[in-house]
């Protein structure tokens, strides 16, 4: 079980290069047809600087701003009990 006293905690900023690639595959897999998610030109014809991120994301970043084993030794837990059995996002 993970330490209650962590609860609340918060990790400083990170700043990340994303890929305009990598954008339009994940667009693409979770099925985005509106061109702002694919089309540089669309984005800013819409007046967005460049390509809109796709819904979750912001999430997946997550994963490239922290090493999982760091993380896990930092919540006191091993990698190899981890199970990511189920998420929602619920957009508003």
Known sequence: MIDKNL????????????EAGRLRFV???LGLTD???IDVDA????GYSDLLAPPTF???????ALELAELC?????NVK?????EQ???YH
């Not at 984005?43 to 819409?46: G, L, P, S, T, V």
């Not at 009990?81 to 059995?85: D, F, G, K, R, S």
């Open 27 to 29: 667009a693409k897999a």
């Open 73 to 77: 030794d930092f919540f006191g837990q």
């Open 58 to 64: 912001p999430f997946m970043l997550e994963s490239d």
């Open 88 to 90: 929602k996002f619920s």
């Open 81 to 85: 009990h981890l199970l990511h059995a």
């Open 7 to 18: 609860i609340g905690y918060s990790f400083g900023p990170v700043q990340l290069a994303v």
């Open 35 to 37: 061109p702002v998610y």
């Open 43 to 46: 984005a800013r014809a819409e």
